[in-house]
């Protein structure tokens, strides 16, 4: 029965197969584009844009875009000019019937003596061929991932999506670090405004928390140029989000998965409350009153009964239910166009994504390491078990574009995205801390987190030189993790007849009943405006670019745990009860045994960041094949965070800094197909909110003690990259960069002496380097024979190294040189597609592998912590059925190879979670 679930979806395929056919003829559809400088990249506004053979046509707009309506179905010829660039034609362009065609043009300078060119629509259209080409043409080294690419993989959300990136990896399916380096050194950025973190000690967004049906392209910048952020090393991430179609189009679409270790297969779940089917679940586990209302329980002594009250208003919920994992699914719809409105186009998007879907850890493993007395490691705690968890993702987005005549358009663009995760663990073993004691753990554990940003925006172009870009943002995140509950058990023995009893809680430790409440807000303003001026002719064009930026953040945030334990002996048979009863027992009106107080871990504290910035840029045309880009940003940065740790006084940290970050870039067309790009700057990057924070942070059992350092200053970094690009064919690349990077005062997480407790904090390091090689190649290998025309493959890899150099002086307990954390000797994506020559279907199999990370740098004479190679294998398949409609299938983590963390000889952390294939249908009435 566990299967059966594909029967209503296989059935619909099958009535829907015999219906294949072509398009019908007739009607008419739209050609839609932009038109952009084959050098620079830049749109070309005023470029004339004509169907061949009709009186259709248009001029380009604001940034070379254009739409061209009513063009009779079939094939088309499109020519397209502007004074001072050679004219281009592009022939075998399909506009099918109530559809759009894209076919987006670059035009060569025509002082570089080219005749008039002629070229297939092949060579135009299509994603791919666009990301490229703004590969090519980019100030910077950058690379994209498109809608395109993304529909023929099995990726569910931005994290999944952006690894197939070269040199980019992802840890815990949401943190990305690039060439090597964590999140620290990358930032995120949602249609170019910066997003916050709902993570408490991360810098970067989690890159779940975007669904991909809500994507148009995810960009990686990996070099510096004075109109980006300063903050940055590893990449600048830029997420957009999908552009409205020109003609009036409406989507659905349905899906539905088999986990093979979860769906149908008996699994842990947590018990659910309030609106978790939308990811809202954290008001009915709300932190009590009457907790809430005591503080730090310093105050006057509370009695017996108001322990027991109190005692009394957590949830009553400790264990896992047992529970039969359930399909997967998805749906998704959209709607969007381009219609007059007073006169103005306007074009709209609203669109929307629901995934729900049931997960386990299973063959989970999770130890403690210790030094034995070699000096080795030793496992100091070891539990085996397995994890259950329901999670749910949805989205939406509604976006406005309208323009006012050919040269300015404004835009409005809202984004909300949702995330729930509901977990459910059990396992046993030990822990030296205890003794011999069998152990038994149970924790159920629930986190919501939201993004929302709004977006107002303009793009001007002001008398053919001139050029205004603005934006004003306001964006927000959350993070709940509300009432995360852990009860320990243990199976003690009678000392006088050796005797065993069956499992009972181990009431008399402060760690054995634990409830844990966390909460996190953030928001941000933010507004900036650019400037250009273009200069010279069109074969040795400059551009003057200037602009400013001021961003306002402020973050509150707030932990707090509890520990439930026992102030008189308790026999071992009446603890032996289910954690239900037993404290619905102990905390009824006037029993004795139940006390509760604060865990010296946690604290609240908030935090006000503000930012202003400006810079000035000047590409200038040294040579017709020559360009020089080069400038510098200022960047103030004043921030404030308010500290107030359990128990303790407040503390307050106010780093202010005034930094100039430069930047050179060398970009050199070789041939009007290869490249080479040199680029040296400098960036920096701030501590984190939390890491100035003196807060402690523990897990329950085994945990380590994390608090913040006030006094920690920003890193400035110093960036060198060069990169070889060669474009044998549309669509076809093959490229070789290096990069070198020079870190002072790195930020780096340490171990501390503090009387034999693991206590870490975080520490300006002495120094470090991190360098390596980039490779990417992409290849249609029609090119080899005719027969291999529907075929193409791709593959990037970076081999890199990094060493941190700690340094004496800290007290510090972490091995004083090594990798920096998060970085992999090497990552490899590769991948094989095929599109059928009559477009009816396409499939593509995708394989990564990320080699021996560091995740954790250990505590003295240990070995550091490392993250094993998995090789991972996923495979994306797309059918047409009949017009307007399409079938998916999907296959993720074909190899089910083991997330696995070792330190030496120690397993310290091992689980798989199954292979997941999914089907689903598309409709486009």
Request: aromatic residues 8%; hydrophobic residues 35%; charged residues 20%.
């Amino acid at each position: 029965m566990a299967r059966t679930w594909f029967a209503p979806v296989l059935l619909v395929c099958a009535l829907a197969l015999p219906g294949v056919t072509a398009a019908q003829a007739g009607g008419t559809g739209t050609l839609v584009g932009r038109v952009v400088d084959a050098e620079s990249g830049r749109g070309l506004s005023g470029a004339r844009v004509l169907v061949q053979g009709t009186n259709l046509g248009g001029t380009a707009g604001v940034d070379g875009r254009y739409t061209i309506n009513a063009v009779p179905a079939g094939v088309h010829t499109l020519v397209v000019s502007l004074v001072g660039y050679a004219e281009k034609t592009i022939t075998g362009l399909r506009v099918p019937t109530g559809g759009s065609t894209r076919s987006d043009v670059t035009l060569s300078a025509q002082a570089l003596g080219l005749e008039a060119i002629t070229v297939t629509a092949s060579a135009e259209r299509g994603s791919v061929n666009r990301a490229l080409d703004e590969q090519r043409t980019a100030t910077g080294v950058v690379n994209a991932i498109t809608a395109e690419q993304i529909a023929r993989s099995p990726d569910s959300d931005a994290g999944a999506a952006v690894q197939r990136v070269s040199g980019v990896t992802v840890q815990e399916g949401k943190f990305i670090f690039v060439r090597g380096l964590g999140e620290r050194y990358t930032t995120t950025s949602l249609n170019g405004a910066r997003i916050p973190s709902p993570e408490p000690e991360r810098k970067v967004v989690p890159l779940d928390l975007f669904p991909t049906g809500l994507l148009q392209t995810i960009t990686t910048s990996k070099t510096f140029t004075p109109d980006q952020p300063g903050d940055f090393s590893g990449a600048q991430v830029d997420i957009r989000t999908r552009e409205f179609p020109a003609r009036r189009e409406t989507t659905f679409s349905l899906a539905t998965g088999y986990n093979s270790a979860a769906t149908g297969r008996n699994i842990l779940t947590a018990p659910t409350e309030g609106r978790e089917w939308l990811g809202f679940g954290g008001a009915a586990r709300a932190l009590p009153a009457s907790a809430n209302a005591a503080g730090d329980f310093r105050g006057p002594r509370l009695t017996q009964e108001e322990v027991n009250q109190i005692a009394g208003s957590f949830r009553n919920q400790w264990s896992p239910l047992a529970g039969t994992g359930a399909p997967n699914m998805s749906a998704g719809a959209s709607v969007g166009g381009t219609d007059d409105v007073a006169g103005k186009p306007v074009g709209y998007l609203l669109s929307g994504t629901y995934s729900k879907s049931q997960e386990i850890q299973r063959d989970q493993l999770r130890t403690r390491a210790i030094a034995d007395a070699q000096g080795r490691a030793a496992e100091g705690a070891r539990f085996e078990g397995s994890t259950g968890r329901s999670s749910v993702l949805w989205g939406g987005l509604a976006n406005l574009s309208t323009r006012f005549g050919d040269n300015s358009r404004v835009a409005l663009n809202n984004t909300y995205n949702r995330t729930a995760d509901n977990d459910a663990r059990s396992e046993s073993g030990f822990d030296e801390n205890f003794g011999s004691l069998p152990l038994f753990i149970e924790r159920l554990r629930f986190v919501e987190r939201s993004v929302r940003s709004s977006q107002l925006v303009g793009e001007h172009e002001l008398g053919g030189r001139h050029r205004l870009d603005w934006q004003v943002t306001s964006t927000g995140v959350s993070r709940r993790e509300p009432d995360r509950s852990e009860v320990v058990y243990a199976a003690e023995t009678n000392f006088s007849t050796g005797e065993t009893y069956a499992p009972a809680w181990l009431g008399g430790s402060n760690e054995a009943a634990v409830r844990t409440f966390g909460d996190l807000g953030e928001y941000a303003w933010e507004g900036g405006a650019n400037y250009s001026l273009s200069l010279g002719n069109a074969s040795r064009g400059h551009q003057l670019k200037v602009g400013a930026l001021g961003r306002f953040t402020h973050r509150g945030a707030n932990n707090r745990a509890y520990s439930i334990f026992t102030t008189a002996g308790l026999g071992v048979e009446a603890r032996q009860a289910e954690p239900e009863q037993l404290f619905e027992q102990l905390s009824r009106p006037g029993s004795t045994v139940l006390n509760v107080a604060p865990l010296g871990a946690g604290g609240s504290y908030t935090a006000s960041d503000r930012l202003g910035a400006a810079f000035a840029m000047l590409e200038y045309g040294l040579r017709s094949n020559v360009r020089v880009i080069g400038g510098a940003r200022v960047e103030h940065s004043d921030v404030v965070v308010n500290a107030q740790p359990t128990y303790g006084a407040a503390t307050q940290a106010n780093p202010a800094y005034t930094d100039i970050l430069p930047s050179l870039a060398v970009n050199v067309t070789l041939t009007d197909r290869q490249n080479l790009r040199l680029s040296a700057s400098r960036t920096l990057a701030r501590p984190e909110y939390r890491e100035l924070s003196p807060i402690l942070y523990r897990e329950v059992i085994g945990g380590e003690n994390v608090f913040g350092d006030p006094k920690l200053r920003r890193t400035l970094i110093q960036n060198y990259d060069a990169r070889y690009e060669w474009y044998p064919n549309t669509g076809e690349v093959i490229s070789v960069g290096v990069f070198a990077k020079r870190f002072s005062d790195p930020i780096e997480r340490v171990y501390v002496a503090a009387s034999g407790t693991a206590l870490v904090t975080f520490v300006n390091a002495s120094g470090a380097e991190n360098y390596g090689v980039e490779l990417e190649a992409r290849k249609d290998l029609g090119t080899l024979a005719p027969m291999l025309e529907p075929w193409s493959v791709f593959a990037n890899a970076t081999v890199m190294h990094s060493d941190i150099r700690i340094g004496g002086g800290l007290a510090s307990r972490t091995n004083d040189q090594r990798p920096m954390v998060g970085q992999a000797p090497y990552v490899l994506n590769t991948g094989l597609t095929y599109s059928s020559p009559e477009g009816g279907m396409s499939g593509t199999l995708l394989y990564n592998v990320v080699g021996k990370r560091i995740v954790a740098a250990a505590e003295a004479p240990l070995e550091d912590l490392y993250e094993q190679p998995r090789h991972v294998l996923d495979l994306a398949l797309r059918f047409g059925l009949r017009p307007g409609l399409s079938a998916r299938f999907d296959a993720r983590n074909l190899l089910d190879q083991p997330y696995q963390i070792t330190q030496g000889a120690i397993v310290r952390e091992h689980f798989r979670s199954g292979r997941v294939v999914s089907l689903g249908l598309t409709w486009r009435p």
